[in-house]
């Protein structure tokens, strides 16, 4: 190439010397060009040409990785995938094993032989799968997870599992939340444990705080747009988190909850399924239920992805705007350790303007205890605070079925008053006809609802009491001492001719088994016109003819108020009568209706006050509440092992032994003193035995 150049730069000239000349001069031009290449670098490219890396896009797998990564898959571990463990185990292990279970309610022993990491099957719609998320666009999220006293594994596989299914750039943090727990392993031993986490935080309270103001703890230091509540023994579904969030990014007044799966607390088995999702409601005596989604809601959703709209929520595993939060009064403040809690704040999302939903995307999988591990006694007055403030007029239904809950001490709900008219919410009559139509409303007619008194057996009353709480149907109604606290011996008799249970959820119906001398409970219809004529009561009233009160006397009635002669029957100048239309065997009863409690609001100086206040509401025989004194022939029969069948009015002896002392007590001081010739006194006190006594068969068979 110098050769060349130099060859060019000698154009035109003659002579080898030029040609010497022009090939050095070359040469020490291409050595300065290429010491200027080497100091300054080749020449600047196109401005379009140095556009920085493009970063990857709004939904890459990039941006779903998770804060850690799950350990390899080790198909033979223990409860891998979410199976069922069972171990064989020696007389030692299986005394430390129920051991764990007697403190916890949850099989600890086998929980820490479970990985802290394991992996879950796949649960949700496969629809789900298919979903694609803005991950720059989603709000980020602190995850709180409050707890007290928690077992080491349960409570760590909660933290690993969030870390490990949660996208880094959504998760902004973990808080664990120390409600003064006293075991040593939550002490010096978690702080150093979760110093090595990234993005895990624990703060701990002064003082045994409960659920409610020790999750408030934590969201008042929560960096994260969003609240994201978990309770202390869970584990978290691949793709948990963004459905939670990309519905709050959608409409920030949507409270968000999770499908919550079941995992087994003694085999630890996941048992979510990936069908149709329960949403939550409630029964009268202000009790979470769980219930399947109504036609008009399954109606209204375009796709199995969309949220499911539910009128109340488990309560412990949520997603909220921080400021929405704020927004609705948070927690109420005034509520004690748990229970309650989440009916309150159902009540209010929806009464207050917002909307409480579930979606079918987002699954996290919760160890419901064996029972409650610590005490619940304040969950009652917690009730009594969600009925007071928010429910109107229709707390009455709550407290006609539990009558000792009018005495609870609730506190002060001024502020959470004041909080609803601020906000201006809607009553509950409003909630109940828009959110939860599928709900009955009892009507609770005065005198048409209570206790069902046998009145031929002392103390003993209708009784519901279904051995298994999550099947209420198909089972025999029995005679049980009577309590006089409502739930398992509340009834209303209804406008519609029935016997409705509807303490708990689902409502259901005595009903007359066909061919058997039994009654059974079975679901209530729904349409009320097409009752069938098993499950009607047919009442009715029956005037006492005038010439019984004639014969008997002004003097003769005081003595019936006496000794309660006729009382089976007879209530100033009528008997009622509540009858199964193809009833048999005839048994009396007395509807009691709930006392109206004539202390409500009183201050109580001591706790024994309190308590013999609590006695008297539920054993002093109440008139002023509006007593029906009914007979009733239900074609009742129990089994062998209960009260035996027989008929009261006509085997009792009691009924016998009044009618004795009536007649003794009535002859010598009403007949006797008016007979002219005690001559004739022997005929006269036997005609007024018999006719006393046909008078007293008559009466009985108009009643029955």
């Known amino acids: 190439m110098a050769g060349r150049l130099g060859r060019w730069m000698c154009w035109g000239k003659r002579g080898r010397g030029c040609r010497d000349g022009g090939t050095l001069l070359a040469l020490g031009l291409l050595a300065a060009l290429g010491f200027l290449?080497?100091?300054?670098?080749?020449?600047?490219?196109?401005?379009?040409?140095?556009?920085?890396?493009?970063?990857?896009?709004?939904d890459s797998e990039l941006l779903r990785r998770p804060v850690y990564a799950k350990p390899a898959l080790d198909p033979g571990a223990l409860g891998e995938l979410g199976r069922a463990v069972r171990l064989e185990l020696s007389p030692a292990e299986k005394r430390r094993q129920e051991e764990s279970i007697r403190r916890h309610q949850i099989n600890i022993y086998l929980s820490d032989r479970i990985s802290l990491h394991r992996r879950l099957?796949?649960?949700?719609?496969?629809?789900?799968?298919?979903?694609?998320?803005?991950?720059y666009s989603l709000p980020k999220t602190s995850v709180v997870i409050a707890f007290y006293n928690e077992a080491w594994s349960t409570l760590l596989r909660t933290v690993h599992s969030v870390l490990e299914t949660s996208p880094d750039i959504l998760l902004e943090e973990v808080i664990l939340v120390d409600d003064y727990s006293d075991k040593e392993h939550l002490k010096e031993t978690l702080e150093n444990y979760v110093?090595?986490?990234?993005?895990?935080?624990?703060?701990r309270a002064n003082k045994r705080e409960g659920l409610v103001r020790a999750r408030l703890l934590g969201a008042s230091v929560a960096k994260g747009d969003i609240l994201t509540f978990l309770d202390c023994h869970c584990e978290c579904h691949e793709g948990w988190l963004e459905p939670l969030l990309a519905r709050i990014a959608e409409e920030e007044t949507a409270v968000v909850c999770p499908v919550i799966d079941v995992i087994d607390w003694n085999t630890f088995e996941y048992l979510g399924n990936a069908g149709e999702p329960q949403i939550g409601g409630f029964d009268w005596r202000l009790v979470f239920t769980w219930h399947s989604t109504p036609e008009r809601e399954q109606k209204r959703r375009k796709s199995k992805t969309d949220v499911i709209r539910s009128p109340t929520m488990a309560g412990g595993l949520f997603s909220v705007s921080k400021k929405y939060f704020d927004?609705?009064?948070?927690?109420?403040?005034?509520?004690?350790?748990w229970g309650g809690e989440n009916l309150e704040f159902s009540f209010r999302i929806w009464q207050c303007g917002g909307s409480l939903e579930i979606h079918p995307c987002s699954h996290v999988g919760h160890v419901f205890p064996k029972q409650a591990p610590y005490s619940r006694s304040k969950a009652l007055a917690n009730s009594v605070r969600a009925a007071e403030v928010w429910m109107?007029?229709?707390?009455?239904?709550?407290?006609?079925?539990?009558?000792?809950?009018?005495?609870e001490p609730y506190g002060d709900v001024t502020e959470r008053r004041l909080l609803r008219e601020k906000l201006k919410c809607k009553d509950f009559k409003w909630f109940l006809e828009n959110v939860y139509p599928e709900l009955h409303v009892p009507e609770d007619r005065p005198g048409f609802?209570?206790?069902?008194?046998?009145?031929?057996?002392?103390n003993f009353c209708f009784d519901y009491n279904p051995t298994n709480e999550h099947q209420v149907t198909g089972q025999r109604v029995i005679?049980?001492?009577?309590?006089?606290?409502?739930?398992?011996?509340?009834?209303?008799?209804?406008?519609?001719?029935?016997?409705?249970?509807?303490?708990?959820q689902p409502e259901v119906c005595a009903a007359v088994d066909s061919g058997t001398d039994y009654l059974t409970m079975y679901l209530c219809q729904e349409n009320v016109h097409s009752v069938p004529e098993n499950q009607k009561f047919l009442f009715r009233k029956v005037s006492v003819p005038a010439w019984v009160w004639v014969f008997l006397g002004v003097g003769g009635r005081i003595i019936v108020e006496v000794f309660k002669f006729l009382s089976y029957c007879i209530h100033i100048m009528q008997a009622t009568t509540l009858a199964q239309v193809s009833g048999r065997n005839r048994v009396s009863w007395l509807l009691i209706s709930e006392h109206r409690n004539r202390v409500a609001g009183k201050e109580y100086s001591t706790h024994k006050e309190q308590e013999d206040e609590r006695k008297e509401s539920t054993l002093v025989n109440i008139e002023e509440a509006g007593n029906l004194l009914s007979c009733m022939s239900p074609l009742l029969s129990f089994p062998e092992t209960e009260v035996p069948q027989y008929n009261p009015f006509l085997t009792s002896s009691y009924g016998w032994t009044t009618f004795a002392l009536f007649s003794l007590i009535y002859f010598p001081v009403f007949i006797l003193p008016y007979i002219p010739n005690t001559s004739h006194t022997t005929i006269t006190l036997g005609s007024f035995l018999l006719l006393n006594s046909c008078l007293y068969i008559i009466l009985e068979k108009t009643c029955v």
């Not at 209570?450 to 057996?457: F, I, P």
Request: aromatic content about 14%; overall charge positive.
């Open 121 to 135: 099957p796949e649960r949700w719609n496969p629809l789900c799968r298919e979903k694609k998320y803005d991950y």
């Open 479 to 504: 005679l049980y001492p009577c309590h006089g606290m409502g739930q398992n011996q509340f009834f209303e008799y209804t406008s519609h001719n029935e016997i409705r249970y509807n303490t708990r």
């Open 449 to 458: 609802f209570g206790m069902l008194k046998n009145r031929g057996m002392e």
């Open 392 to 407: 109107d007029e229709y707390k009455q239904l709550y407290y006609h079925r539990n009558p000792h809950a009018r005495l």
């Open 327 to 337: 927004y609705l009064g948070s927690y109420d403040t005034g509520m004690e350790v």
């Open 195 to 203: 110093a090595g986490l990234r993005k895990v935080r624990l703060i």
């Open 37 to 58: 290449v080497w100091r300054h670098g080749p020449p600047p490219r196109h401005a379009a040409r140095r556009a920085p890396p493009q970063p990857p896009s709004p």
